[in-house]
């Protein structure tokens, strides 16, 4: 499977996730461990990607996403943002909503 088409697969699986350096127990850089805690902060489930562990992933998402830095954070297909971005939508408490209600709506599509 081409890169573009394994990322646009894992955005269209995944309602959020979350492409970072590390995991969310292991960040290997400090604004992915920034994001990373802001999402374990919402409460609800989120998927990541290591893309230490996917250098394909790595060189093709910037360009896929028109987004040059790591860690990003993708709701429902939309890239929100890099770690600036939300670390301040959650201090303005912007962010927790949009997490809640994309978990929300896919928990109960799952339970449909």
């Known amino acids: 499977m081409e890169t573009v088409e394994k990322i646009k697969q894992q955005i269209s699986e995944n309602p959020i996730i979350v492409y970072m350096k590390g995991s969310p127990k292991l960040p290997s850089c400090g604004f992915s461990s920034q994001v990373a805690q802001i999402m374990i902060n919402c409460g609800e489930q989120f998927a990541f990607v290591d893309i230490l562990q996917h250098p394909d992933i790595r060189a093709e998402l910037p360009k896929f996403a028109n987004w040059p830095t790591f860690p990003q954070l993708w709701v429902e297909g939309e890239l929100i ?27 109960s599509e799952t339970e449909d």
């Open 81 to 107: 943002g890099g770690c600036d971005i939300v670390v301040e939508m959650f201090q303005k408490g912007e962010l927790q909503p949009i997490i809640k209600e994309t978990a929300d709506k896919h928990r």
